[in-house]
Nanobody
Framework: QVQLVESGGGLVQAGGSLRLSCAASVWIFSRNAMGWYRQAPGKQRELVAISGGSTVYADSVKGRFTLSRDNAKNTVYLQMNSLKPEDTGVYFC????????WGQGTQVTVSS
């Protein structure tokens, strides 16, 4: 069983920055996929960024968001710059070990 604890969400004006953190309760190998999804109101959950060797970003966040991992701390970060109102949503951390585990989600709200 893996628990994921997220932090760092909040309210920010358009153009601002936020940094999300997600710590896993067990050892995560660098080859394990770990990353972030988000869900806006009334929309399906979508991939933001994921890393499991190489890093993949959604086209909508390329050049603005950066995913990084501290494997010694079993933690993944999402640095979000130049935020837009359309980035608003609940951001979920995830990791794949024996199955996919999800965090509880953290709200990100970007005001125009």
């Amino acid at each position: 069983q893996v628990q994921l604890v997220e932090s760092g969400g909040g309210l920010v004006q358009a153009g601002g920055s936020l940094r999300l953190s997600c710590a896993a309760s067990v050892w995560i190998f660098s080859r394990n996929a770990m990353g972030w999804y988000r869900q806006a109101p009334g929309k399906q959950r979508e991939l933001v960024a994921i890393s499991g060797g190489s890093t993949v970003y959604a086209d909508s966040v390329k050049g603005r968001f950066t995913l990084s991992r501290d494997n010694a701390k079993n933690t993944v970060y999402l640095q979000m710059n130049s935020l837009k109102p359309e980035d608003t949503g609940v951001y979920f951390c995830m990791v794949v070990t024996d199955r996919t585990y999800w965090g509880q989600g953290t709200q990100v709200t970007v005001s125009s």
